[in-house]
């Protein structure tokens, strides 16, 4: 090599000095000259030597030409061919125009067909590999976060055949496989989204599965709250670990509310899903049209889940964003509603009752004591465990019993029972037995304060004796009406069909025919005594009557002698209280001026409200007048009036059982004092 160069060399150096004018065809070279060895360099201008490097190692750079005058000028390098670069095809904007582009429903078809024939007894690699489809298929969709939190895409997205088709091949695994290919799903949703790739395809199978099966949502629970953990700290993926599993209460409330309880309530604090979990709690109760007046047979929830979700919506909820805080205040009625499902669970009531003592926030001890007063209103067990809790829980109690004061019109209709006033009795009973005891005093005022609320003998002035006098006189004078209306025959009248209809005429007609001649009998011995009385009366009573006024006199005449001075002394005391009344008015009429007017008013007022109530007892008389001739001509229906009478009788009695309760109450408080 180095040889050829050294005789490149040599002839390019001897053409050069030709060119200069010096021929070297008969010059002789020497050997000392032949062994020289020349460099690029030495041989080439500099500019030549920095565009052979240039042309090397940057073949984009033009090199510079000489001219042959040795000067330089930009070389013209001739016009490129421009590379056409190939666009790629843009990607869809949305999950529709990706599935309008990409998925098919013979592809699905053929794959699923053709998977179930390689493996037909493994039911996860089915799934698998129509996951990977949906995956592939939908990869150019931008990775955008989910716009709902309940269903909505990317199931929504694929047409009504697509969703059959795979729908058919979900129905053909078993329910555990299931199962666990929800838990694949939701694992393989965050793992994948952890390395930014596609996860479309599984997010589609999960909502489908959802829907098919909502328990395989909450089958591995303690799965799904520890890959939360795990990926805690990386908001997108835990988000969408809350959504896959969210997916469960869109078939199923129930479901909904225990997926909420366990894997989402414990991060509600956390700033950055906050929000997703209390606008799935107003999803899921607007999916399913829960409004506080919803009832359920069922609470969807235990006592304990429901004493957590309380404090976290009164007492966590102040760590929260306060926007939020608020909208989640807002659904906790209807929450509450289903939670407690009318309060029928009288085991709610011990529970809530001990809890009122370390309660400090208002709005959480107002709402422990109207759950507690509907618990005393839907189950007569409640009041059983208020009986056990009250004396070692006494502050509670009084702040239930004011709580029940305060909204005795709410309550009324329920609590004003026998049950319950006996409870209140065994209260003040208890009461009356301490002294300085803390919360004594505030249950002893609640007691009070709702006897006196009871049905009191309100209805103590009504004339019992008296109308039944009346009522007996009338039904007398009306069954004589019909009887004479009837033409003297019994049976033929009203009253007698009557007997017939209800079959017993006949007793009737045997009672009244022994009556008769028992007092038939009774009068004939009357009239036999009375009249040998009558004898011995005529004989003996002159004497006795002698003896008795020689022994009455004396005492006869001191009573009629000190009746003469009490007569006296009442005058004169009646004469003490007519001046003591008068100095009394004149003395109140000169501090009150026009008090004398307004008694005198007061009393005209009397009068005329007595006037009223006898025109008022006219009409009443009247009326019942004008129904005893309704009745007697048969235009009153005699079952209607053995109903009503019926109901009017235990009215009656109910009216007289809470008369003598109420009695019973004051006359123990007046003991008491």
């Known amino acids: 090599m180095s040889e050829k160069w050294e005789t490149v060399q040599g002839k390019t150096a001897a053409s050069r000095k030709a060119t200069n004018g010096k021929p070297s065809g008969g010059l002789k070279v020497s050997k000392k000259q032949e062994a020289k060895i020349y460099t690029m360099e030495d041989v080439l201008p500099a500019g030549s030597v920095e565009n052979m490097y240039a042309s090397a190692f940057d073949p984009k750079a033009s090199p510079k030409k000489k001219e042959l005058n040795g000067s330089s000028k930009p070389a013209t390098s001739k016009p490129k061919l421009q590379e056409k670069k190939v666009e790629k095809p843009k990607a869809p904007s949305t999950v529709q125009e990706a599935v309008k582009a990409n998925i098919k429903v013979e592809d699905i078809k053929n794959l699923i067909e053709e998977v179930q024939q390689r493996w037909p007894e493994s039911p996860l690699l089915w799934l698998r590999?129509?996951?990977?489809?949906?995956?592939?298929?939908?990869?150019?969709?931008?990775?955008?976060?989910?716009?709902?939190?309940?269903?909505?895409?990317?199931?929504?997205?694929?047409?009504?055949?697509?969703?059959?088709?795979?729908?058919?091949m979900l129905s053909k695994v078993d329910e555990n496989m299931r199962e666990v290919f929800f838990e694949t799903c939701v694992a393989n949703t965050a793992h994948d989204l952890a390395k930014d790739q596609c996860v479309t395809g599984w997010r589609v199978l999960t909502q489908l599965l959802g829907d098919l099966q909502p328990t395989a949502v909450t089958a591995h629970m303690p799965r799904y709250i520890e890959l939360m953990n795990s990926y805690q700290n990386r908001p997108a993926v835990g988000n969408a670990i809350l959504w896959s599993v969210g997916?469960?209460?869109?078939?199923?409330?129930?479901?909904g509310i225990k997926v909420w309880l366990e894997v989402m309530l414990p991060v509600v604090t956390m700033r950055h899903?906050?929000?997703?979990?209390?606008d799935y709690l107003g999803a899921l109760l607007s999916l399913h049209n829960i409004t506080p007046t919803t009832k359920l047979n069922k609470p969807v929830m235990d006592i304990s889940s429901f004493l957590t979700v309380q404090e976290t919506v009164f007492v966590s909820s102040n760590a929260m964003n306060k926007d939020l805080a608020r909208v989640l205040r807002n659904f906790y009625p209807s929450l509450r509603n289903i939670s407690v499902a009318g309060c029928r669970n009288h085991e709610l009531f011990p529970a809530l009752l001990p809890r009122l003592a370390n309660m400090s926030n208002a709005d959480q001890v107002t709402d422990t004591l109207e759950v507690l007063a509907n618990c005393l209103t839907a189950s007569p067990a409640a009041l059983v465990h208020w009986h056990k809790l009250y004396t070692s829980h006494l502050p509670q109690s009084g702040q239930l019993l004011g709580y029940i004061v305060k909204k005795w019109n709410s309550f009324r209709a329920d609590l004003d029972t026998p049950e319950m006033q006996e409870t209140i009795e065994a209260f003040q009973d208890y009461n009356t037995s301490v002294a300085n005891k803390e919360g004594l005093q505030l249950a002893s005022q609640g007691c009070e304060a709702i006897s006196?609320?009871?049905?009191?003998?309100?209805t103590a002035w009504f004339p019992w004796k008296t109308l039944s006098f009346i009522l007996l006189i009338a039904t007398g004078a009306i069954i004589n009406l019909d009887f004479e209306r009837s033409g003297g025959r019994f049976k033929n009248s009203n009253t007698g069909q009557f007997l017939t209809d209800i079959g017993h005429y006949d007793n009737v007609m045997a009672a009244t025919s022994w009556t008769l001649a028992t007092s038939a009998t009774g009068a004939a011995w009357l009239e036999e005594k009375t009249h040998g009385g009558r004898v011995w009366a005529q004989t003996n009573l002159p004497i006795y009557w002698e003896d008795s006024k020689r022994a009455a006199t004396p005492v006869l005449e001191l009573a009629r002698t000190k009746a003469s001075e009490f007569g006296v002394w009442v005058g004169l005391g009646w004469d003490k209280v007519t001046e003591a009344w008068a100095s009394a008015m004149a003395s109140l009429e000169a501090s009150f001026p026009g008090l004398e007017t307004k008694l005198a008013d007061f009393k005209l007022a009397g009068a005329k409200y007595l006037q009223v109530v006898v025109v008022r007892a006219q009409e009443v008389g009247q009326a019942l007048k004008d129904g005893a001739v309704h009745l007697v001509s048969g235009e009153v229906d005699w079952v209607m009036v053995r109903k009503q009478m019926a109901e009017m009788v235990i009215k009656m009695q109910n009216q007289v059982v809470a008369a003598y309760k109420a009695i019973v109450v004051q006359i123990n408080q007046l003991i008491a004092k």
């Open 247 to 255: 997916q469960a209460g869109n078939k199923s409330l129930h479901s």
């Open 273 to 278: 899903y906050t929000k997703y979990v209390v």
């Open 129 to 168: 590999d129509v996951a990977e489809f949906l995956n592939r298929g939908l990869i150019t969709v931008p990775k955008t976060e989910q716009n709902t939190v309940l269903g909505g895409d990317p199931a929504s997205a694929l047409t009504a055949m697509t969703k059959k088709v795979i729908n058919a």
């Open 452 to 458: 006196s609320k009871f049905t009191t003998p309100g």
